[in-house]
C-alpha cells in the first residue's frame, strides 16, 4: 500500500495510453515539475490524432497553458499547428505581462498600507509567485489577493479604493471584501482579514507575525511561511472547482520541491492538516502535485488507518477530470469527493440552505423577496445538485483512462 516518490510512474508507451490518456498525463507532469522531458512520441501521438487543439484548450481551461508552452522543445513546438502555437505562446506572454501589472499594484498597494502603519501580507498567486517561480510567463494569475489584520479591513478597503474603477459588495458569508477594480488593465484586489482567514484555512502559525519582511521594487511587506503558503494552496485550491487544480499542483510541487524543504515542513505541514480537520484535503493536494503518488516523507508521517491506494487513486482520477472535463460546475462534489468527504455533510447543508442574503445577490431582488423567494431557490438548488452529481459520475465513469494516463 505504501508509495512514494521514485514510484511515481516513468515514459509509458503512447500506444499503451492513446490520444485522449497521453492530455492528462502531460499535463500532470509538467505540473509535477519532473525533470523528464514530455516524451515526443506522446505529443506526436496527439498531434497526430488531431488532438493538439484539445491539448492546448485543456492547458488554457486549467491555467497552465504558459507552463505548457515553455517547457516544450523547439522541435516540439514544431510539431504543432501554427494557430495552437501562437495560441500558447500568446497565452505564456500574457501570464508574463499580467504579472507586471499585478507586481506594480501589489508594490502600490504595500506603500499606501505601510503609510497607515497596517502589515500586509500577499496570497495565493502573487505570494507563490514571488517564491517559487522563476519564469513569471509560466504561472496565470488573475488577481491580487491581501492579507490584513482584521481590526483593519474597512481602513484598508478605503484606502486601496481611491481612485479605483468599481468596488464590488461584499458577498455573504465569503471569505474576503468586494474586489477592488482599478481602472483599464490595472488589476484588481482582493482583501482578507487575518482572523477570518485562520478560521477558514489550516495554518500552522499567525502569517502576519510569522512571516518575513521583505522589499521589492523599493515596497516593504511581509512574505508568509512557506509551510503557511503551502497550506492555503493546497486547500484553497482544492475547495475550487477541477480546472484550478493543475496550476495549483504546479504550486505545491514548486513549494515542496526546494532545495530548502525538508522532513521539518512536512511534519508542519501534516500536525496543522490534522488540527485544521483537514489531512484528507492534504493528501490529495499533495498526490496530484506528486504526479498521483502521495510524497514519500508526508505518507510516513501517516497513521495505519489512511489509505493510501484509494488517496492515490482519487488523485489521478482528479487528472483526469481536470484535464478532459468541459464544464466545471459541480458544486460540493468536487471537494466533498476527491477529499474523502471531508465535513461532507457540513459542505451539503450549506450548499442547499445557503443565506437568503446570498440569493439577493444572484437575482435583481430586494432581501425581503429574496427570503419570500426562498424555497423556490432550494428546490432549484437541489435539482442543481442532482444535475452536477449525475455530471460528476460521468466524468468518473471513465477510469480506465487514469489508469493508462498514469501507468497504473
Known sequence: MSTNDE???????????????????????????????????????????????????????????GLLWAVLTPPQRDLLAEDVAERLRD??????????VTRKLLCSAAASLGKAGIPMAPLKGAAVLLNAWEDPGQRAITDLDLLVPEETLETAQDLLSRGAAHVDQPRAEHHHLGAIIMPGAGGMIELHGSASHAELWPQRGEMLADGRPITVDGASFIMPDRVDLWLHTACHGIGHA???????AADLALLHGSADWCGEQWEAVWRAAQEGEASGTVLVAAAIANLGRIPAELLALTSDGIDAAAVEKRAREAWTIAATARTFKFGPWSTSWVTGNERRRTRFRQYLLPP??????????????ARVLYPCGVLFRCFELAKTGVAWRL??????????????
Open 7 to 65: 514510484a511515481a510512474p516513468g515514459p509509458v508507451d503512447a500506444e499503451q495510453l492513446g490520444p485522449r490518456a497521453i492530455i492528462p498525463a502531460i499535463l500532470a507532469r509538467i505540473c509535477g515539475r519532473s525533470d523528464r522531458p514530455i516524451p515526443d512520441d506522446w505529443l506526436r501521438t496527439v498531434v497526430e490524432a488531431g488532438q493538439a487543439e484539445a491539448l492546448a484548450a485543456a492547458a488554457d481551461r486549467t491555467m497552465v497553458a
Open 91 to 100: 497565452l505564456y506572454l500574457g501570464n508574463a505581462l499580467r504579472w507586471e
Open 242 to 248: 477541477p480546472n484550478y487544480w493543475p496550476r495549483m
Open 356 to 369: 437568503s442574503a446570498r440569493l439577493s445577490e444572484k437575482l435583481p431582488v430586494s432581501r425581503t423577496a
Open 395 to 408: 466524468a468518473l465513469r471513465g477510469r480506465s483512462l487514469a489508469q493508462r494516463a498514469f501507468g497504473s
